[in-house]
Antibody, heavy 125, light 106 residues
Framework: QVQLVQSGAEVKKPGASVKVSCKASGYSFSTYTIHWVRQAPGQRLEWMGLINAGNGNTKYSQKFQGRVTITRDTSAVTAYMELSSLRSEDTAIYSC??????????????????WGKGTTVTVSS | DIQMTQSPSSLSASVGDRVAFTCRAGQSISSYLNWYQQKPGKAPKVLISAASTLQSGVPSRFSGSGSGTDFTLTITSLQPEDFATYYCQQSYSTPWTFGQGTKVEI
């Protein structure tokens, strides 16, 4: 079945970096974009960025620009999200999700149809 | 960034009730609005895409409506498994943004 399997929980010190992986199975990896979304405790879901798994093009939220890097390895059918210069406010669950597209009138609408289970990243000294 | 505001933040309801909650966008987003359900410790699940398209496998008691800036998610005859938090999300432009959620409690 279609699924995204993420790497395990991480504990990092302030100033460090974390790299979370997201391995796809059950579908053609290069045909979709992968998005990264995080949720801090008690907060709303927050979109971080995306990668076109086919051509590697990325787009990031301005909030994380300069600190986040999203990559993919097509041979490993895996996407990665690296966040640097971690601070305590980055403590959150980080999730990858696949974007499906839907034709609406004469353009495409996108929604996140398959999600990973999430990776807990704790930033603490 | 497009601000998404949901109301109410929480509501109490009983099994069998009809409930509706709203999502307002800070600018027109046409029909580029999705609804997700999230249960504690679980990943969000898409219920409705493009404002009104029911996703495969989602019960027909869920429905979505609206366009432009105002959207509604309606659940007719609330079931025990529907007690969860519901988020709206716009895909009109990046950064995609989510509402703060509506928690449906017993």
């Amino acid at each position: 079945q279609v699924q995204l399997v993420q790497s395990g929980a991480e504990v990092k010190k302030p100033g460090a970096s974390v790299k979370v992986s997201c391995k796809a199975s059950g579908y053609s990896f290069s045909t979709y974009t992968i998005h990264w979304v995080r949720q801090a405790p008690g907060q709303r879901l927050e979109w971080m960025g995306l990668i076109n798994a086919g051509n590697g093009n990325t787009k990031y939220s301005q909030k994380f620009q300069g600190r986040v890097t999203i990559t993919r390895d097509t041979s490993a059918v895996t996407a990665y999200m690296e966040l640097s210069s971690l601070r305590s406010e980055d403590t959150a669950i980080y999730s990858c999700a696949r974007a499906a597209k839907q034709l609406v009138r004469d353009s495409y609408s996108y929604h996140l149809d398959v999600w990973g289970k999430g990776t807990t990243v704790t930033v603490s000294s | 960034d497009i601000q998404m505001t949901q109301s109410p933040s929480s509501l109490s309801a009983s099994v069998g009730d009809r409930v509706a909650f709203t999502c307002r966008a800070g600018q027109s987003i046409s029909s580029y609005l999705n609804w997700y359900q999230q249960k504690p410790g679980k990943a969000p699940k898409v219920l409705i895409s493009a404002a009104s398209t029911l996703q495969s496998g989602v019960p027909s008691r869920f429905s979505g409506s609206g366009s432009g800036t105002d959207f509604t998610l309606t659940i007719t005859s609330l079931q025990p498994e529907d007690f969860a938090t519901y988020y709206c999300q716009q895909s009109y432009s990046t950064p995609w943004t989510f509402g703060q959620g509506t928690k449906v409690e017993i």
